[in-house]
Each structure stands twice: as structure tokens, then as C-alpha cells.
């Protein structure tokens, strides 16, 4: 019996752990030194930073961590970092929505209005990309 309640125990895990959700970032109407607002909001669904107007915050989430077959992938402020300045130089050449992988671990889509000066993208592992379909 109680190798069962491990094993149990153990398939549950697991199974919360495949189902962790994307992270999307949504950044609007930055300033000069940060946003005025920054909200992270963690659903089921969902895991959503949200940063804007001009303002003094920097737009950091609490711990990025997407989850692959292999187990978590947790990514640091200089990962976040690199990927915004990926994300910068496609739409400084004209490109506003597309797809790209990071360290062959992370699927990227972005989308950027340049009219509201919104930049939106969400973070997948390669497996929750699958999942959700998106083509990379």
C-alpha cells in the first residue's frame, strides 16, 4: 500500500509538472527607466507578466521557469535579456510577429505593434510548443 500511495504520489507530480503552463510577458508605453506598472499574475493557463506605462519599475518576473520532458528550465535575467534583444533586433528589421527557438530548449512567439508600442511574446519549452501547436 504505501507503494502505491509513492508511486501515486510520484505519477502526480509529474503530471502537474507537464501541465505547467507557457509564461507570456507583455510589455506597453515603456519609459525611460522602467514601467509604472509591473503585475505577474500565475493561472492554471497561464503565467502572465504584465508591465506598463512609463514609470520607474523594471519588468522582471519572479523566476521564469518553463517546463520540458527533461525536467524544468529555469531561465535567468541575462536569458530573458538575450531573448528581448533577439526579439529587438527581428523587429528593428521590420519583422513585428514571428518565432524563434533559444538554446534549442526555448520556442519564442512574439508579436509587436509598433502603432501602440506593444510588445507581447510567450515563452513555451520545446515540448509545450508542440503541445500547443505552434510551428517552429
Same mark, same amino acid.
Do not use: H
Given at each position: 500500500?504505501? %507503494?502505491?500511495? !509513492?508511486? =501515486?504520489?510520484?505519477?502526480? +507530480?509529474?503530471?502537474? *509538472?507537464?501541465?505547467? /503552463? ?13 514601467? %509604472?506598472?509591473? !503585475?505577474? =499574475?500565475?493561472?492554471?493557463? +497561464?503565467?502572465?507578466? *504584465?508591465?506598463?506605462? /512609463? ?82
Amino acid at each position: 500500500m504505501k %507503494k502505491l500511495l !509513492t508511486l =501515486t504520489t510520484f505519477s502526480l +507530480l509529474v503530471l502537474v *509538472s507537464l501541465a505547467e /503552463p507557457p509564461v507570456k510577458k507583455w510589455k506597453s508605453d515603456r519609459g525611460l527607466f522602467g514601467y %509604472k506598472t509591473v !503585475t505577474q =499574475t500565475n493561472s492554471p493557463d +497561464l503565467i502572465m507578466l *504584465s508591465c506598463r506605462d /512609463p514609470g520607474l519599475i523594471a519588468c522582471r518576473a519572479q523566476g521564469i521557469t518553463v517546463v520540458g520532458d527533461d525536467g524544468e528550465i529555469s531561465l535567468t535575467e541575462t536569458n530573458i535579456e538575450s531573448i528581448e534583444r533577439m526579439i529587438d533586433d527581428l523587429v528593428l528589421s521590420g519583422k513585428n510577429s514571428g518565432t524563434i527557438v533559444y538554446d534549442d530548449k526555448v520556442v519564442i512567439t512574439f508579436l509587436f505593434n509598433e502603432d501602440a508600442d506593444d510588445l507581447e511574446y510567450t515563452l513555451y519549452s520545446v515540448p509545450q510548443a508542440r503541445r500547443y501547436g505552434v510551428n517552429f
